[in-house]
């Protein structure tokens, strides 16, 4: 859904007028804002088949640095692979990778491990491998990507949008303080069902990450 539809969605719910744009007025800007609100909210409870995407990096001999081009700061990292060399790729803590660059004398290779080294002026996430590489490589980091908040009347929405907008119909009857014989509670209630309902449905996609088992 579209950005607009997800605001009259929820202007319907709460008894108000629909808008032709986002910023029409002062309550469809506002009702905007717990759009947004909620959709962080969904998309953090689950990593979501529809957030999941593969980013990837060419190495550059000598070059240990790279930034993740279009990662902003809210992945989640499911692997990474040296698509070049055929494995995957191990984390290491930034203490590690500190002590492998500056204390000991690195050596070029194949990376084979991987850390998070802050972001870039762009608000990309940063990655530092190991060893430096020693030619070209494809690294491949297939990622739970979330998404910018919503801002043009036409930016889409890909997660489940029942949740999204059963949770920011609660925001805004919370924050007006009625909507007509349903209380706020009562629709916090409802959309935190919503939710389970859709995580039930998406993790049908991914049962192997539901499973917990004991080493």
Known sequence: MTYLQLVNSVLRRLREDEVSTVGQTSYSKLVGEFINDAKRT??????????????TVTTTPDVFNYNLTGSQDRIKVLDVVNDTSDWFM????????????????????????????GIDTNGDSAVDVYPAPNGVYNLYFNVV???????ED????FIPSSPVI???????ARERGETGGTSAAELFALAGRTLSDAVALDAAKHPEETIWTTV
């Open 42 to 55: 969904v998309e953090d409870t689950w990593d979501w088949s529809a957030l999941r995407s593969t980013l």
């Open 90 to 117: 191990e984390y290491r803590a930034a203490h590690w990778m500190t002590a492998a660059y500056l204390i000991e004398t690195p050596p070029l290779g194949a990376p084979q491990f991987y850390s998070w080294n």
């Open 145 to 151: 990507l979330r998404t910018a908040d919503l801002e």
């Open 154 to 157: 036409t930016d889409k929405m």
């Open 166 to 172: 059963q949770l920011a119909t609660a925001l805004g």
